[in-house]
């Protein structure tokens, strides 16, 4: 359970009154995404519906009944933050819009090229773009809707091409395992050859060749690579 001094305040208003709680504002977004995720006592710093936090002043069940239809305490939470508004604190806020933001960039700098160069943008050249543009990163949605809306606004400022590549790769028979499991989500083809080593063909974006190829040479030091047509 998250303490109070670090909690934040999650507000819904209806009918001229508030219903408020106080949740933990790095557990949210998890709880949104799903909700069997996060344990509601995680999520709370009091397992209490408020009509005022500052005063204490609490809801009548009348009032839940109306407002939720149920004074059940799951019931109320997911209303309040699914229909009302988070009161993040400033350091707060900047800190989740800095997260959210290196979220959006990282997304960007892996999944696209530079049609120009067939690489990857450097991650401060789509930070400054982003800038630029004067991007807002929001904390509460989510990484793939924003980062539509920011390739966007990038488009005129910095070339971007969304491209899938293929790698083959081929490693001793001895580092099989680890790199089988590191490649197996992006595996399209694998074999055993007859010299004893492995081979597999793999497709991924095109902004993440160099890091695969570091990633799988981190686990084998004898690799070998090449991007097929």
């Not at 557990?27 to 009091?46: G, P, T």
């Not at 988070?86 to 990282?106: F, P, Y």
């Not at 989500?185 to 060749?209: N, T």
Request: hydrophobic content about 40%.
């Amino acid at each position: 359970m998250v303490s109070l001094d670090d909690a934040v305040l999650a507000r819904l208003e209806r009918g001229g009154s508030r219903y408020e709680i106080f949740v933990d504002p790095e557990l949210v977004d998890n709880w949104k995404e799903d909700h069997s995720s996060v344990e509601l006592n995680d999520l709370l710093a009091v397992d209490q519906v408020w009509s005022d936090a500052r005063t204490g002043d609490r809801p009548t069940s009348e009032a839940l009944e109306r407002v939720f239809g149920s004074t059940d305490l799951g019931t109320c939470v997911e209303r309040i933050l699914n229909e009302g508004s988070i009161q993040l604190t400033t350091s707060q806020r900047r800190q989740m819009v800095d997260e959210m933001k290196k979220k959006i960039v990282n997304e960007i700098a892996t999944t696209a090229t530079d049609p120009r160069t067939k690489l990857p943008h450097p991650r401060v050249r789509i930070e400054n773009a982003l800038d630029e543009v004067r991007f807002n990163a929001d904390p509460f949605l989510s990484v793939e809707k924003q980062v539509q809306d920011a390739v966007d606004l990038l488009k005129p400022i910095i070339p971007l091409q969304f491209i899938t590549i293929k790698l083959a790769f081929k490693v001793p028979g001895k580092d099989y395992g680890g790199v089988s499991q590191l490649l197996r989500d992006s595996m399209q083809k694998e074999q055993w050859l007859s010299d004893g080593s492995w081979a597999c063909i793999v497709e991924v974006p095109g902004g993440m060749k160099n890091e695969i190829i570091s990633r799988v040479a981190k686990r084998s030091s004898e690799i070998e690579v090449r991007e097929l047509d």
